[in-house]
């Protein structure tokens, strides 16, 4: 029992982590170039990396926070251009061409030895030399707090019941709120003729809303998660990290719903068709991947707010990583790619404490548990891929039309 | 429009549309009263083959001009030109097009479209995974939450948003597609796709619509329709030139017809005139095709034989002057 909720403990802290908002971050602006824009970028790690450098280089030559932040969005920008004035005129795959290399030239160039001075080279930055300019804004005091404060110790001296109870709680609004989603996708769908009920409008989405607070409520009262108030990986990076996520979901929301955004959609769909209606494909395509890039710039930064500057930490795996969490939870989605991010990086702790405690050390070690990992994920991917290609939030119906 | 076109009144009235036409000689780049599209020298190879090759062609403001041509004639190569899809391979030598006093040689596809002048496509490119509303809202110009700072204020285009989707219904309501409205364009069949895209052209209240096949597998029912609502667009002051294979559809609404034929203008004129003309029936209309094939009358044994037997003499005919060229060029490489 105790092994399972020492698991059950890993995948709740790594789903929260700074890592995974970081990440979750970079999807966001990955699911504006690839899922809305069609835009195949296969360098957002380029983008993070930058901004994780912009960032990480000006903080260390004492400059202030929010310069640093505006010097990786910079960079970001243009690292764009540079890729987007010759690719973008060119078909779809030439980017993806051009942006993986370019990201890949990236970090070769922070692993330089020449750069030591500034990129400190394949060792990269130390936290500590960076971070403290951020952990000082902190205004959550000292001592360590306790997510949610009202947990299963507070009731019946904390008994084994009390916590099953809220792991059930969990269970169920997670199954609820699935049949709720399902509801108003079902109701949404302009071809239905049954006539709409209760649950299918605005009622529909408070209680989905409702329902996903007390789930997550309920797994917070089961398993407690303690940290630090401020410090280096404490609540006050987390609380930052998953405001970022949470701005920059609505910033996307907002952006997509309007017109502009139908400009993303219709140059996915046919490029010489929004010529024809007087539209500049190119430079719809490049705000794209500008605003896209920014979010990836962004990304990098509040994943090196935990932990180092190290450019091999965001290469061309976590490129991958986004585009699995991006399809996991439905490209051109709005909650797709933080779901999906959220999902993706608890499964494989999950996978990999699993692994590592009920395997003995003698068939797979803990190294190999980490690969092994991998490759669950990996299998998991492609069975995605093959039964629910439109990713866990996504519509159905606009594959039948992919063209 | 009409103010812009000397002496006649309107060209709602089919009177003063043939005496404007009347003054202008029925040959081949014949120099019209009011041009609205001048073309000039221009020229489209590919590889070997040259696909387009005007020297001179004008259109006329405020009437409907129909391009017809065999298959291969260049028609589509010609409309992907003059819209800025295709470049001539003529460009730096000569080759010069303007639109409404506008020069266009060196314009964007884009731009082309903003200054007015719209085409839609023989194959049609519908956007499949929009609805055909916002297939529809995206044919409108000038919208204001399409710039990227303004599109985060919902407020700043809410009110312009409204209208276009009222002019976006009445269009769909004319090419009775709205019930369709907020279905995926790619559910949509391939004659109601031509609709779409049609009604979308249209969207950008565009001083000259280019059509290229623009009744191709539409029934006959809404072809006519269509027929009135193209008709009435001129009424209005658009100018409409639009590419078809269907005869009664050009003899019926075109004022002016253009012949195409291996990339060269060979004809100009009123339809009736253009018809008759020897050349034309050589080259593209065929002997028969007055007559109905499906008239029962036709159908009798001894005039089909006839008809097949002349349409085999043409064909090969038609084959010797190919394989010619063909040995001509086998011999070249
Ligand atoms: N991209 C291309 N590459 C090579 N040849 C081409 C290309 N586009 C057109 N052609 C050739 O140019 C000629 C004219 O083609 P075009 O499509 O303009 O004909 P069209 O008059 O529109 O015919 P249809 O009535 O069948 O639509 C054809 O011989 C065609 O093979
Ligand atoms: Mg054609």
Redesign the interface.
Known sequence: MDTILDILSAVIREAISPGTAAVAIAVIGLNLHFGYTGLLNFGQSGFMLLGAYGFAISLVHDVPLPLAVLVGLGLAFVFALVLGIPTLQLRGDYLAIVTISAAEIIRFVGRLSNLKDLTGGAQGIQGRTYQPAFVDLSFFGDGAWTLAPFNYTDVADGAGWVRALGGLVFAACIVATVLVGRRLKRAAD??RTAPRTGLDGTLGKVAAVVLVLIGLYALFFAMPVTYGRSGVNGWWVRAVAWTLVALSTL?VY??VR??????L??V???E??????????FAVKM?SLV?GGLFGALGGMVYVLASTVQPDALGRQITFFSYTALLLGGAATILGPVLGTVLFFSARILIRESARAYVPDSIMSAQQTEQFSFIVVGVALVLLVIFRPQGILGNK??L???? | MSETTIGTPSLADPAARRALMAGVTPEPGAAKQDPILKVDKIERRFGGITAVDVEHLEVQRGIITALIGPNGAGKTTFFNLITGFDKPSSAGSGAAWEFDGRSLSKTSASSVAKAGMVRTFQLTKSLNRMTVMDNMMLGAQDQSGENLLKSVFKPLWRGQEKDVEEKAKELLARFKLLEKKDDYAGSLSGGQRKLLEMARALMSDPKMIMLDEPMAGVNPALTQSLLGHIQALRDEGMTVLFVEHDMHVVRHISDWVVVMAEGRVVAEGPADTVMSNQAVIDAYLGAHHDTDLGDDEVLTEGALEQIEAEVRADEAAHEAVDEAKHDQQGDKS
């Open positions: 302009p071809t910033v907002l952006l309007s017109p502009w955004g139908r400009l959609r219709g996915r769909e046919d010489d068709a929004m010529r024809s209606l007087g539209r500049n494909v705000q605003i119906r606009e039948r039309f992919n063209v």
